[in-house]
């Protein structure tokens, strides 16, 4: 088992690195201990980040690209996990590239990271992977991608090599806080037309969209009626 470890400590992994290696709370980078040691983390002229969206809808499915980048790096690795702000898996990660990534997992989180083809050995400067997500259909609070990445220099062994890690977090969309200003019409002025909106609505003659009913409930009670039409004219006429 030492002999394996050692062999494995002395030629990296190239292919399926271990877990648990994203940087993210409780967890360690390969930049650690009898690892890809030779400079500290986060300190070479590259880095490590992701691009997407930083806020998801309930189950959507997002793509993200994470990059990693550093001049005259010429062998690339990452690992990437997506936790909630508990320490738990946040939403599915999708393996969409199973020639340059694959995906396990280890107690109950997920971990994605680059298969031997993936570490593009010989591509100069950077290189990206791109991943799917999906959304947790519950409120689970911020969701974080915890990642780590290798610019190493292809020299086969763990020497030379630079860390990186960094984090991207995502928050579930909110609906637009009400603003219950009696303009109905949405033109971002309050008069007589807005008065002819809400009453036309009363009457039962048109309909109102959602920012609509939300600016013309001026009481706030969930039903618009004579009561909003007084005081949106009650507002206008002062
Ligand atoms: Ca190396
Ligand atoms: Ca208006
Ligand atoms: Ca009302």
Redesign the pocket.
């Known amino acids: 088992m030492l002999i394996i470890y050692c062999f494995q400590f002395l030629y990296g992994y190239s292919n399926n690195p271990p877990n648990g290696r994203t940087g993210a709370p409780g967890q360690t980078t390969c930049a650690s201990g009898n690892c890809h040691n030779s400079y500290p983390l986060n300190s070479g002229s590259g880095e490590i980040f992701i691009e997407g969206p930083t806020t998801y809808n309930p189950g959507e499915i997002i793509n993200f690209t994470i990059y990693i980048n550093q001049n005259n790096q010429d062998r690339w690795g990452f690992e990437l996990c997506s936790l909630t702000d508990e320490m738990n898996q946040g939403g599915i990660i999708n393996n969409i590239d199973i020639e340059n990534t694959s995906i396990s997992s280890t107690s109950g989180i997920t971990y994605l990271k680059q298969t031997n083809s993936g570490t593009y050995n010989g591509y100069q400067n950077g290189v990206e992977w791109g991943f799917e997500w999906q959304a947790p259909t519950t409120n689970l609070g911020p969701i974080t991608f915890y990642f780590s990445g290798n610019a190493?220099?292809?020299?086969g062994?763990?020497?030379?090599?630079y860390i990186y890690i960094d984090s991207f977090t995502l928050i579930e969309n909110q609906n637009e806080t009400c603003d219950p200003n009696g303009d109905a019409n949405l033109d971002n002025d309050l008069n007589v037309l807005d008065v002819v909106t809400v009453v036309s609505y009363v009457l039962g003659n048109s309909e109102l969209n959602a920012d609509q009913f939300c600016n013309a409930d001026i009481n706030q009670d969930a039903t618009i009626d004579v009561l909003d039409i007084v005081m949106i004219v009650s507002i206008i006429l002062n």
């Open positions: 190493a220099n292809g020299n062994t763990r020497t030379g090599d």
